[in-house]
């Protein structure tokens, strides 16, 4: 199947040119068959063509512009008698604003009036749009020109892309309404993916809903692939409207701030109306440079990079922009100087700028996952080089701060680089981490450290069990830290807290202890080693848990 849009002015024949098409009436409304106006959407298809007619007074742009933004094609309407006018000019602006390519003129009412007048003018003033080339039919109203019409939209349809019925589906929704008995229906142009009866998809609210049942051109079906006109009766309780999508679950992010490419813009007011897909949003425009933008949106919406839309200044009833969606997640613009960095950003097509992307966020937005991977993370090459050079730099930098450390700790080395997760430490430094921090390449001790832990390594060469007291170690100069790294560098042994010994002194103490009588107390240990009971005691204790020693009911100890 493949869905056509109308556009033109009001009363140049648009539902009269799909009646006579289909054979079917597209005004749903009793109004605007009393009236003779198109008010809403309307729809009609034949066997392999669907229609989405849309209203050509300027009262209702709005919904015109719901109906011909998801539709890849269009049938230009412009009457013989008056030719180009004022809506025709309005949507075929939107048309070039959103990008549609494929188009077919139709000049109706060729009974009234010569059509070759309207023909060269509609033609014309399609030169400089993305219509340009479009080919040109004349229809009476008696059928003349019918088959040619046709054969025209054949034409036409042949050469339109083929779906992506894998794809995900986004299913921008023109219509809602509900049946007694069966709930909730909406419908809309399916442009990819493929729907299943028992599908559970999700609101772009973010509800869940299931699919109850599927139609298309009147007729159920078990599932539906793109393009297509669907009909979706869905099971689930939440408020459903006009510019709501239905989406593939966790596929699609919604965006209140993306930042576009312009298209065909002039001077933009700061608030206009975002109109894509079925949806029309308020929106806050933020300039950046002349080609691109930062749009907030009152309300949010899936997008991804690369959809098209279009900016409506409804006050002046006119088109502002077309636009390209470059980012769904726009890093922020609050610090100095960020707006114009983004424009270079922008301009350089960088997408990632200096920031990282999760790879499972990066389908979702719609982006061409290209760069460096670190893990589960992207990032630019260019960013990644850059970080690693700062990393080596903040790494020595923080060391020799610190001395007596035994390394820069991971965590803090990420804060100082505003990495999104602990995991890109390593690779980006390209050495593996020990115990959480990145360790010194070779640990010296600094020159005074190194002096004062030589004396005490030299008092206990002499008396290996005397650890030195808190005054003696405060009057060298030694403190927790400097006890610590020399403990790393394996020059000493702390037993307990406050109590410093040389490097592994369990054997020596064993073999002292192997020559008591067994089983033996502390007093005897004490005597043996010829130290205190502030040593002997936590030595002791240190031998019970390595296994070495056997503590018995009575305060006595044996080895084992």
């Known amino acids: 199947m493949h869905v056509i849009a109308t556009a033109g002015h009001v009363d140049h024949g648009k539902s009269t040119l799909v009646r006579m098409l289909t054979g079917m009436e597209p005004d749903r409304w009793a109004e605007e ?72 003129v139709v000049i109706t009412k060729a009974d009234r009036a010569s059509p070759s007048s309207a023909t060269t003018q509609a033609l014309h003033e399609l030169s400089d749009t993305t219509l340009a080339g479009s080919p040109a039919v004349a229809v009476s109203h008696d059928g003349s020109g019918l088959p040619e019409l046709r054969s025209a939209l054949a034409s036409m349809t042949s050469r339109l892309p083929a779906p992506d019925v894998d794809g995900d589906v986004r299913l921008w929704i023109d219509r809602a309404f509900t049946i007694r008995g069966a709930g909730t229906v909406v419908t809309g142009t399916l442009t990819a993916g493929t729907l299943h009866i028992g599908d559970e998809l999700q609101l772009s609210s973010g509800a869940r809903v299931h699919v109850r049942g599927l139609q298309s051109l009147g007729s159920p079906h078990s599932f539906l692939g793109a393009v297509a006109r669907v009909a979706v009766n869905l099971r689930g309780k939440d408020t459903v409207r006009r510019g709501d999508a239905l989406l593939t679950p966790g596929a699609w992010l919604t965006s209140s701030e993306v930042d576009v490419a312009l298209r065909s813009a002039g001077k933009l007011h700061r608030e206009l109306v975002l109109h894509i897909g079925s949806a029309a949003v308020p929106v806050h425009v933020r300039p950046l440079g002349t080609s691109f933008a930062r749009l907030t949106l009152a309300s949010p919406l899936p997008l991804r990079i690369g959809d098209r839309g279009l900016l409506r200044d409804p006050g002046a009833h006119r088109i502002a922009a077309g ?20 424009v270079e950003e922008l301009a350089a097509d960088s997408f990632l700028g200096k920031r990282f992307i999760a790879v499972t966020e990066a389908r979702a937005m ?59 430490v390593e690779p980006l430094l390209d050495r593996p981490l020990t115990n959480g921090i990145v360790p010194r390449a070779a640990e010296t001790l600094p020159q005074p450290v190194e002096s004062a832990i030589r004396k005490i390594e030299q008092a206990l060469r002499e008396n290996p069990f005397q650890a030195p007291e808190a005054d003696d170690l405060r009057a060298l100069g030694l403190g927790r830290k400097e006890l610590a790294a020399a403990t790393r560098l394996g020059r000493l042994t702390t037993i307990a807290d406050g109590i410093t010994l040389g490097p592994d002194p369990y054997p020596q103490a064993l073999e002292i202890l192997a020559t008591l009588p067994q089983p033996f107390t502390v007093s005897d240990a004490r005597r043996a080693l010829n130290t205190t009971r502030r040593v002997a005691i936590p030595l002791l204790e240190t031998l019970d848990t390595l296994g070495h020693t056997h503590p018995l009911p009575d305060g006595r100890r044996q080895l084992t």
Do not use: C, Y
Request: glycine share 8%.
């Open 33 to 104: 068959r009393r009236r003779g106006l198109t008010i809403d959407l309307g729809f009609a298809w034949t066997a392999d063509l669907a229609f989405v007619d849309v209203p050509g007074h300027e009262r209702f742009v709005p919904n015109t512009l719901a109906g011909i933004g998801p539709v890849p094609a269009v049938m230009l309407v412009v009457a013989a008698d008056e030719g180009w006018m004022p809506q025709t000019a309005e949507h075929v602006a939107a048309l070039n604003a959103l990008g549609v390519r494929h188009g077919l």
């Open 323 to 342: 636009f390209d969606v470059l980012d769904v997640r726009p890093p922020s613009l609050s610090r100095r100087g960020a707006a114009r960095l983004r």
């Open 366 to 424: 719609g982006w061409a996952a290209i760069g460096h991977r670190v893990g589960d993370w992207l990032v630019s090459d260019e960013h990644w080089k850059t970080l690693a050079s700062q990393a080596q730099s903040s790494v020595t930098a923080w060391l020799d701060a610190h001395p007596l450390a035994a390394g820069m700790p991971a965590e803090t080395l990420r804060q100082a680089l505003d990495l999104p997760s602990l995991d890109l």
